[in-house]
Each structure stands twice: as C-alpha cells, then as structure tokens.
C-alpha cells in the first residue's frame, strides 16, 4: 500500500494544459491505475491486521484473529446486535485480564456459551466467548487457534477453516490499509461521470490520482445524540423472536368458494441445501416461529442463490394463492413518496429485521401455511414470505403503527421506514418517536441496514440528498451497457427501464421517437440509423440526468411547454432564490387527432397536459408562470374579440345558456336517427345530408329557410342550374336588387320573429296563475323531497307529506317564490322549497262524508307523530324495540320501533317511557328460583 501511495504521488503524467484540466486521456490513466493496484502486495512494514467474516444468526461482522489472545471475546455492541442477551450468564469468579498494552487489567464476568457460528456456506461450528467491552467486535484467540480445523498462515495471511466434508475453506477478508483514504473506482464509473459533468465527483476522482491535500474530511462524526438515542433503545435493535400477541393486524387467508387444499410434491435437495435446511429450521423452531402440523395443507420447500451465492429459503405457495382472495389494499406510489421531502435537510432509514416474520397469522389460518419437508410438517405462527397479500398486510401494519407520523416526517414503503426534518434539532424528536413507537410496538429494526442523521442516502432505488433525487448509479450503468435490440421485445424492456426515468430527461418523447414505432408487432423490425441514434441519444440522455429538485409548495414555480410535430415537452422549475431549478420532466407523444392542428392549438394542448400532468402541485396554488414561446391564449382571446364571440359559462346539464344552438342540435339528432344504418357507424358520412336537410326547411320562427335569409335567395335545383340560364342581376351579391331582396327577406324575417315570439308567450301563460301560497297557510310538500328510512318504498309512500304551515316567502320571482315551511325537526331536510312543491292544504268538511273517520296524517318520510309508547320487547344481543301508537290515528294502528328511532321523533316521550322503565325495574320483585327436581322423583310425582 505504501508503494502503491508513492506511486500515486510520481506517476501522474504531464498535463497537456497549464491549468490541469485535462490532465491525459483520464480514462485510460485510471484504468491503468487499476490494473496496477489489483497485483500490488501489502507491504512487510504496514501490515494489516487479520480477519475473518463470520456470521451469528443475521448479523455479521469481521472477526480479529489475534495469536496473542488466549480466549475469544465477543464486543457488547455486537452481543446486543446479534440478539445473543438473553444467553448471556454471569459467572460466579469473574476472570482477571490483561491488555495487550500490558498495563490495563479488567475484570470480566460474562459469558456466551456454544454460539453456532457460521464461517462459510458449509463451515460453523460452535464457540463459546467472553463479554469484553472493546472496539473489535469480535476477538479469536488461541483457544480457537489451537484447533488444527483451523490453519492459519500469518506470513501469506491466510485463514482456513474446516467444512463438515473436511474441506479447507479460505475465510480471509482484505482489510482496506490505512494509509490510503480513499477507494479506487472502476473506469467506467469515471467515464460515466464525465460524460454527466458531475464536477464533484470529477474532482474526487482527481484526488485520487493526485496527492492528497490538506483539506478536512468531509465525513464528520455522528452526533452525540443521535449515539445516546440508540443506546437508550438498543432493544429496538434486537434479534426477533417469538410471537407478538394483541396487535391491530394479523394476517388473514380468506380462500375462494370450493378451494381445496392444495399439495405438491418433496422436493429432492442436495446435501449443501438439507444442512442449510437444518439450519433453519432449528432457527425457527428456537424463535416459535413454527411448530409441526397434521393439516391436509402442504406447500414444497426449495432454494434460491443470493446475489452472495448463499442459500435462501423458499416455499412454494403459488397454489395457495391462486385460491386466495386477492387484498385490494394498494401500495403507496414511489414518487408521492418521494415527492414529500420538499425542504428536508436531514435523513434517517430504518430497515426491519425479518419483516414479514414480526406479524402474527391469525391463528384460524394458521394451518393454511403447512410446508412440507423430509424432516417433517410445519406451519408458521407468523406471516411467511410468498403468500399473494403479505405485502399489503404488512403495508397496512405500518400505516397502522405510524397513522399520526405519515407524511409529516414519515414515510413507509414495507419494511423501509424514512424519517426526514428540516434541523438536525428536529430530527432528533423526530427519530425518538419513531423509536419509542417501535419499541412499544415490539418491532425489531435491523442496525446493519439502519442510516441515522445523513444529508444523503439511497431510498427506494433513487438517491436522495439536499439537492434533491436524482437515479442510483447502478440503474444508470445498465441503461448505459445493454445491448443494442434485435427484437420487439428487447426495445419494450429497454424502453420499460427508460420509461421509469423519464421524469429526469428532457425531450424524452422526442429521443425515443424512431423507437417508439418499433414496440408494434404490426410494424416490421427495422433497426436503422434513426433507431440506433435514438437509442444512443437515449443512453447519453440518462448518463447526462440532472438532479431533480424536490416540490416544495412554498417556493415561486413555473411550467415551460414547447411542441413539435411529434412530441410534447414540459419542465416544472422552482426557484431557490438562486436559480431556477427542475423538479420533473414531462413528455408526451402528440395524440394523432392533434397531429394536423396549427401550433397555436398544439401549443395550448401541450399546457393542458402539462396542467393534468402535475395537478395535485399546482391545484390550489394562489399564482404560478406559464412560460411559452407561442402564446395561444392571447391569440385566442384576440380572435374572440374580432368576431365577436362572447363567453357565457354554464353549469352541467344546463341547456339554457346556449339554446338555440342546444334546439337546433337535438333536431339534427332527431334527423340522423332516421338515417343511418344499426351499427351507427355511418353517422358522419350523413351530416352533410342532414345539414342540406336543415338548411332547405322552412322554419315557422321566420317562415324562410337558413339557406335563402343567409345567401339571398333560395337554394337552386342542381340541373336547371345547369341547363337554364341566368340572370346576372339576380346572381350578383353586390347587386342592387340582391342587396334590396336581402333587406327585404331580413324584415320579413324580423317581423314573424315578433309574431312568434307573441305567440309562444300566450301559449305558455295560458296555464299561469298567480301563486295561492301565502304566509300562515297550511301545505302539503311533495314526498320527492324527503329522504326514506331503510327498507321503505317510495311507491308505497303518499305523494305529499304535512300538512305543515308556511312560515314566509323567500325570493320574489313572479313565477313562483320559494317557501319557507315549519317542517318537524326530526325531518333532516333544508325547510326552503320552491313554489312547485308545495300544495295548498284543503281539509275536508265533516258533513261530507258521514260515518267516516277524520282524515288521518300521512307519513312523514317513514314517521309519524308518536302519542305515547304501548310497551317493550328486548331479544338477546338485540336492541331494544318499543310497540308506539301515533296520534290522529286509529288505536289498533301500532308499530314496533327502535330506540333510536323514538329518541329522534319523540324525545321526550322516549325518556319519561324509560325512566318509568327503569323505576319498575328496581322495585320488581325477585323472580322465583326454580327447583330442579332429579328423574327419581319426577317419576313419583303425581301428573297435575
């Protein structure tokens, strides 16, 4: 390593400018500088110390091997993360240690007894370690050492250890020197940074290759406090195991009508693949996570490699979940996500511990989750991975958990748990709440995949930092290095990972253009130069991405929009008080309906996209700028002004506002009724027939046809036309005796206008009267306007309801004012009605009809007025129901109601009928016990 940093402080060659900007061909310099770096040795005088990686349980860390130590110490910040406290056992005579200094003595007094640890796939064995309050997180000394399963070779420092086949596997880990303070990237990266003119991370690329300065490191130390908060909930970071009873959500399998039990067949497994299986299994088992079953469930178990080439457990529910219920509950959208970090400065990210595995299955559906192996029957206890709705349930129990948090300074997809603020100060309450949440909900939080307090960090495949996002670089590098299509489908998957970014390149309809019409399986492959420029446009486009500022509502915004002949483009900025900074990138293909429009139009198209677009950022803002280069509303606004046109605006379904034209387009539609063919397609093909139709009729408002009082004269026939000649007076629009026919036909039509008008008014007024209605009398109300009770029928209901009197009159229009009516208040309906409604209360005289009855009151929507309460009925769990006569009514008229019908109609005489209720229950005597008389006796006794 020393070597290496000499190196690097000689070699770098002559710059070919002054300023050292271009120093030499960067990209085969650091390429070069790789190359060498990959066969440099370490160095005798500078060596490293030796570790080894190992893992206890999930957690994994470097292990120190240390010849000088006589027994194996494991850290306590390590114990608490591996979930090892409840192992720990204090030993009755603590042991005295010595430091490697030579003067520092502790006294240790626990322990771990036989922890399984694993050193590689196939490679664990158990040790035993003592407690020791070090920076190392874990220490192997001789009394590991000593095992000849373990041969160490400190001059070639190498580490092997014994598998359970007896072969010798390499555990060493490299350990980066310390002289070097920096990683050595990949020539790609360099070329993909330049090529994006990202100039800081250019410049720590320099560094790199040139000597270090004397400039401060930019990586500052975690803050006290945020140290001081995860040791006050170090719980939150444990291991988790057992089941969590009594929370909100559980998991539910709710199967389909006729679902049977679905099985399958052991799967055969390799010997590597049954000793992981052991492996987890007893893990599981120790954890209670499952326990052995007997259900006629059963779904097989098989592996899958990790990106690490380890095993990961697998079972096949893939016919379970073709019989289950599918939750409807949708996941939150990335973007919406993202879109709330407007204005943060600080970030924090949780990662739960086996997630799926922290929630309960409901225990009617527990056997549903039987998985079948060599080794026997399980089912879980807990929420497994792969079952179809184990996403939304867990989904749910956070937004459960964290209902009052979201979207304040939270925010949860899954098990990534994000906590953003605007102050390290903030942030600080910020993450205790969401810990003291955790912990009193007893979830369990991964510390490895835990970030605390950072100004950037990756979240949901995208980096977020005080700029704003922008895609992870890995993403980037494989947009960058796919292959060139050969296929339709290979341009849909190139296109598919592109189209996710779109939102951070600009003019991306207009870059994908030429590939876009190659999607079609209708058109044929072709792969030209266009489509190879596209694509390579596109792939220099993402390489090139900026990063995207954040909305913030409280920021100045604008919406450019420009449009070509093929595509529509739109920018949303904010400014900062700097500059103006992009927050997202919208294109658009022009629909083709659109394509033949003038610019003008396609120009206000594209800011109507743009609007719908971004809607929920710019609904409900007080101002925003429309930046275009072809403004189409002044021109708009100015051709209305010309002709003469002006706007009238009109509610739904309000055919007033623009009558005639309203009139004139249902006879066109009465028309064409009569014309086109069955399957209506031929409809358009018959407008001009019906426009000539319409044009040549004589109209009664006028008494000429549209065509004769717009042109002058009548529509001529087509062969006498042509075959008869002319009068060229006549056919002269500018003629004297045109221009006087024309104002004679224009005052004709006038003067039948006038005549129609007079007419159409005495035919509507012939029915008119003036409204009876006053103040003080009494009216029926149209039963139209009362909601119904549940389980009523309209049809079965009077037509009118009341009669109630008019308290006064509202408005004064002179073809009927509304009416304010003292409607009762148990009737939730708004007491105004207009004249229509009402009816005026005639009673009828009692000599008319002898014998009969006084006419009763019709219901009221389903109420009527209650005379007093009969008596009360009450069946188990049921609410009570109470037998009410009504008044005016026949006595034998009852009916049984509810309670909280009669509080709402008759209060008061709800609460005197209970309160005589309740005095008769206390003073009721005792019922009578009742004797049980045993089968000897009831035999002897006398039959009554």
Known sequence: MAQLRDYLHTAVPTPLMDTGVEVVDLHAYIAKIDREFKTQWYDDINAALLYIRIQIGEATCSALIDCGATRNYMSQYFMVRAGLGPRVRTKSQPTQVTLADSHTHKSIDRCIDVVPVYFASRASE????????????????????????????????????????????????????????????????????????????????????????????????????????????????????????????????????????????????????????????????????????SSPYGAPVLFARKKNRELRLCIDYRKLNVQTVKNADPLPRIDDLLERLGGAKFFSKLDLKSKYHQLEIRQEDR???????????????????????????????????????????????????????????????????????????????????????????????????????????????????????????DVRSFMGLAGYYQRFITGYSRSVAPMTRLRSPKVPFIFDDDARRSFQALKTAMLMAPVLSTYDPTLPTRVTTDVSGYGIGAVLEQHDGDDWHPVEYFSHKVPPINSLDDARKKELLAFVMALKRWRHFLLGRRRFTWVTDNNPLTYYKMHDKESGTKMKPSSTRHPQTDGQTERAQQTAQMMLRTLIRPDQKDWVDRLPDIEFAYNTSLHPAISVTPFELHHGGQKGRIFADLLLPRTAAIDASCSPASVRKYRELMAQARANMQKTQVRMHQQANRHRVPCPIRAGDLVWVSAEEFALEQDVSRKLLPKWFGPWPVRSAAGDEPDGPSFVINIPPHLTVHPVFHASKPQTYTPAKSDDFPGRRSQDPPSMDGHQEVDRVITDRKYGSKPRQYKVAFKACDPNDTRWISGTDLKASAPLIYAHYERQRLAQGTSRPAPPTRTVVPPSDRQLRPRR
Request: charged letters at 25%; aromatic letters at 10%; proline letters at 8%.
């Open 126 to 293: 158990a040790v035993s370690f003592y407690i020791l309050d070090t920076k190392f997180d874990m220490i192997l000394g001789m009394l590991w050492l000593r095992s000849e399963d373990h041969p160490v070779n400190f001059y070639r420092r190498t580490v092997h250890v014994r598998d359970r086949n007896g072969v010798l596997v390499p555990c060493t880990v490299p350990h980066p020197h310390p002289s070097i303070s920096c990683d050595v990237v990949s020539a790609a990266s360099i070329r993909a940074s330049i090529i994006r003119d990202d100039i800081e991370e250019m410049g720590v690329c320099f560094l790199h290759a040139l000597p270090p300065q004397d400039i401060p490191s930019t990586d500052s130390p975690p803050d006290p406090r945020i140290t001081e908060l995860l040791d006050a909930y170090g719980d939150v970071f444990e291991t988790p195991h057992g089941v969590v009873p009594d929370r909100p959500i559980r998991h539910e399998i709710i199967l389909e009508d006729g679902a049977v039990p679905p099985r399958g067949c052991i799967y055969r497994m390799s010997e590597e693949e049954l000793s992981v299986l052991r492996a987890h299994f007893g893990d599981l088992l120790e954890k209670g996570w499952i326990r052995p079953s």
């Open 367 to 489: 056997y549903k989750t039987v998985f079948k192996t060599r080794y026997g029957h399980f089912e879980w206890l807990v929420m497994p991975f792969g079952l179809t709705n184990a996403p939304t349930t867990f989904q749910a129990a956070m937004t459960t958990e964290f209902q009052h948090m979201l979207d304040r300074f939270v925010l949860i997809y899954l098990d990534d748990i994000l906590v953003y603020s605007r102050s390290l100060d903030e942030h600080v309450e910020h993450l205790r709440t969401v810990l003291e949440r955790l912990g009193q909900a007893k979830y369990k939080a991964n510390l490895d995949k835990c970030e605390f307090a950072r100004q950037k960090l990756e979240y949901l495949g995208h980096y977020v930092t005080l700029q704003g996002i922008r895609p992870l670089a890995d993403k980037i590098e494989a947009i960058r290095v796919w292959p060139e299509p050969t296929n339709t489908m």
